[in-house]
Nanobody, 128 residues
């Protein structure tokens, strides 16, 4: 059974950084395209970034471009994808999710319906 688990969330002050991890089980992560999403209270789930399976190309939505970085280390941590988040702002506060793209492709805009095997999410709160 395909499963992903997010971790690394927490409380951070504005301008700070966090690194989220998405760890997979039941399949080999380097062969999957992985996306990161977030959902704030009362809002729709929003796509943030995606990393492709075949060459680890990265794709970002405009809302996080330049501040967030998605990455994978197929040698040292082959079953983990990371989301490095810098210059965090209060409006980045949300539950953050990773998920597996159904066709192993990253296509912008990132649509939640194109992804499956969602994790339970990790809470990120940006506040002073």
């Amino acid at each position: 059974q395909l499963q992903v688990v997010e971790s690394g969330g927490g409380l951070v002050e504005p301008g700070g950084s966090l690194r989220l991890s998405c760890t997979a089980s039941g399949f080999t992560l380097p062969y999957a395209a992985i996306g990161w999403f977030r959902q704030a209270p009362g809002k729709n789930r929003e796509g943030l970034a995606c990393i492709s399976s075949h060459d680890s190309s990265t794709y970002y939505e405009d809302s996080v471009k330049g501040r967030f970085t998605i990455s994978r280390d197929n040698t040292n941590a082959p079953n983990t994808v990371y989301l490095q988040m810098n210059l965090l702002r209060p409006d980045d506060t949300a539950v953050y999710y990773c998920a597996v793209e159904r066709l192993a492709l990253c296509v912008l805009p990132l649509m939640p319906a194109d992804f499956g095997s969602w994790g339970q999410g990790t809470q990120v709160t940006v506040s002073s």
